[in-house]
């Protein structure tokens, strides 16, 4: 049986959830003490600028925010799965990669749901009670977070530190570099390989990977000399297992260049989707009630949730039966489905558009904002597929010290992605507004060409898609010994 005791995962948690809630108390600062509160335009056009105080309190309070929604985030859907390694297969059974799978997909869903609460309960009271209201509610809610978190911390199990995954990296590339005109053995069995047992925990701390023949230069690092039975440098010998971390982490960067591209057409429910939905007649249900654009977002929030939900109960036990196996689909798998999918929603968005641009210039009615959610509905099962297929497939597959960084490779993959797209825009942008065009984005859409950015985003994440199923085929899977 694994220690239970307070886990190092959960105390790192706790701290950057703690860091958080002083950012959000600081923010609650600046919007509800006067001295704080930068002063109010009211009706007037001229706003009198806030104080160096005052924004110096309001940006600390975004920054800790942003340390510490960074730091959990990596660190809890990480320290998830741990929970969930049996004492027999060391997560490596069936049953626990199921366990898991519906770990992440949950994780997910109830994600999903925070951010959709924040984007309407939160904003409904910040606009109708006050600014300062909605924050301390979102302080509070942090707070009540930690506290439990700190209550519960002793129950968890432990997984002592398994050393640093860069320092590991550099004594792999140090060493190559020591030995990079040495000749290779033809038997692997040659290179160095520690025969120290495991930890005394059933759970091992320290994987013994198996050889593979990918980046096979890699191996020189591996290499025994009798210098190096002398001294016994780990920076000029480094194990096999060693090496076969930095082959993984070569492998798993490929994948995580393909998800970042997929993000650019992501991102789109969050920018051009909700441009789309200005030009849009915002009644529903023959007036009923209005949507404003800025709010399209929650539907893809709202249908993750949904999409998260019948994946589990329905698609993956028929999917089972039918398939007559544990696991109904691979996180390869999932990921491949969420490329494909993007294409799909980017493509009903140029479609969309297409069609409300002709009624634009023809003087038709507007178009009714109802017509943008089959898009975002496509792209919510993209995410959800995407996003529960990576955070599956990194963990399984990253070695034991990297877990936690390859799990926040899917938040840097994000990053990248929106950063990909404000770069494209940009250069679209002044592309087709050269020698005095319109453009695709002037400020008038009616004007422009949206459509047509749409098309392009198909293209790219087509492209994209069929590189990522080349890498996927092609992927060498992690061997424990």
Same mark, same amino acid.
């Given at each position: 049986?694994?220690?239970?005791?307070?886990?190092?995962?959960a105390?790192?948690?706790?701290?950057t959830?703690?860091?958080r809630?002083q950012?959000?108390?600081?923010i609650?600062a600046?919007?509800t003490?006067?001295s704080?509160r930068?002063?109010?335009?009211?009706?007037s056009?001229?706003?009198?600028?806030?104080?160096?105080?005052?924004?110096?309190?309001?940006?600390?309070?975004i920054?800790?925010c942003a340390?510490?929604?960074?730091?959990a985030k990596?660190v809890?859907?990480?320290?998830?799965?741990?929970?969930?390694?049996?004492?027999?297969?060391?997560?490596?059974?069936?049953?626990v990669?199921?366990?898991?799978a519906?770990?992440f997909?949950?994780y997910y869903?109830?994600?999903?749901?925070?951010m959709?609460?924040a984007?309407?309960?939160?904003?409904w009271?910040e606009?109708?009670?006050?600014w300062?209201?909605g924050?301390g509610?979102?302080?509070?809610?942090?707070?009540?977070?930690?506290?439990?978190?700190?209550a519960?911390?002793p129950m968890?199990?432990?997984?002592?530190?398994a050393?640093?995954?860069? #320092?590991?990296?550099?004594?792999v590339l140090v060493?190559f570099?020591h030995k990079?005109k040495?000749?290779?053995?033809?038997?692997p069995?040659?290179?160095?390989?520690d025969d120290?047992v495991?930890?005394?925990?059933?759970?091992p701390?320290h994987?013994?990977l198996e050889?593979t023949?990918q980046?096979r230069c890699?191996d020189?690092?591996a290499?025994?000399?009798?210098?190096?039975l002398e001294d016994?440098?780990?920076?000029?010998l480094?194990?096999v297992s060693?090496?076969?971390?930095? #082959?993984?982490?070569l492998?798993?960067i490929?994948?995580?260049?393909?998800?970042?591209v997929?993000?650019i057409?992501?991102?789109?429910?969050q920018?051009?989707f909700v441009q789309?939905g200005? #030009?849009t007649d915002?009644?529903?249900?023959r007036?009923?009630?209005s949507?404003?654009a800025?709010?399209l977002s929650?539907?893809?929030?709202a249908?993750?949730?949904v999409f998260v939900?019948?994946?589990n109960?329905?698609?993956v036990p028929?999917?089972r039966?039918?398939?007559?196996?544990?696991?109904?689909?691979t996180?390869?798998?999932l990921m491949g489905f969420?490329?494909?999918?993007?294409v799909v929603?980017?493509g009903?968005?140029?479609c969309?558009?297409?069609?409300?641009?002709?009624?634009a210039r023809?003087?038709?009615?507007?178009?009714?904002?109802a017509?943008?959610?089959?898009?975002?509905?496509v792209m919510?099962?993209?995410?959800?597929s995407?996003?529960?297929?990576?955070?599956?497939?990194?963990?399984d597959q990253?070695p034991?010290?990297?877990?936690s960084?390859?799990?926040?490779?899917?938040f840097l993959a994000i990053?990248?992605?929106?950063?990909?797209?404000?770069?494209l825009?940009t250069?679209v942008?002044k592309?087709?507004?050269?020698w005095?065009?319109?453009g695709?984005?002037?400020?008038d859409?009616?004007d422009g060409?949206?459509d047509?950015?749409f098309l392009?985003i198909?293209a790219i994440t087509a492209?994209?898609?069929?590189?990522y199923?080349?890498?996927?085929?092609?992927?060498?899977p #992690?061997?424990?010994?």
């Open positions: 049986m694994h220690t239970i005791c307070r886990s190092t995962m105390l790192s948690a706790s701290l959830d703690t860091i809630t950012g959000m108390v600081t609650t600046s919007a003490l006067p704080l930068p002063p109010s335009c009211g009706q056009a001229y706003c009198v600028p806030a104080t160096l105080s005052q924004k110096l309190v309001f940006f600390t309070g920054y800790l340390l510490g929604i960074g730091g990596a809890l859907i990480a320290f998830g799965p741990e929970q969930l390694d049996d004492d027999d297969g060391g997560g490596k059974n069936e049953r990669r199921e366990r898991k519906s770990y997909s949950w869903a109830v994600a999903n749901v925070g959709l609460t984007g309407t309960m939160l904003v009271f606009d109708n009670v006050s300062g209201f924050y509610l979102c302080a509070s809610f942090v707070a009540v977070a930690v506290v439990v978190l700190a519960t911390a968890y199990r432990i997984l002592p530190p050393g640093s995954p860069l #320092k590991s990296v550099i004594q060493a570099s990079a040495l000749t290779l053995p033809d038997d069995t040659e290179l160095y390989e120290g495991k930890n005394s925990l059933q759970h701390v994987e013994r050889h023949n980046f890699l020189k690092a290499i025994v000399s009798d210098e190096d016994g440098d780990r920076w000029r480094c194990t060693q090496v076969e971390e930095v #082959k993984i982490l492998r798993l490929s994948i995580w260049l393909t998800s970042a997929y993000f057409a992501n991102t789109q429910a920018t051009t789309q200005t #030009k915002g009644r529903i249900a007036g009923a009630f949507v404003p800025a709010s929650s539907f893809q929030m249908f993750v949730a939900t019948l994946y109960r329905a698609v028929a999917a039966r039918c398939l007559g196996r544990a696991v109904a689909f996180p390869l798998q969420g490329h494909a999918t993007a929603a980017v009903v968005a140029a969309t558009e297409a069609r409300r641009l002709h009624a023809a003087g038709a009615p507007a178009m009714g904002i017509w943008l959610l089959p898009q975002y509905l919510a099962a993209s995410d959800a995407l996003t529960v297929g990576q955070l599956e497939f990194f963990y990253s034991e010290t990297m877990r960084a390859s799990t926040a490779f899917y990053s990248l992605g929106n950063l990909l797209n404000s770069q825009v250069l942008a592309v087709t507004a050269a005095g065009n319109a695709w984005f002037p400020l859409l009616d060409h949206l047509y950015f392009l198909v492209v994209n898609f069929a590189v199923v080349a890498l996927a085929k092609n992927y060498t #992690k061997k424990v010994r």
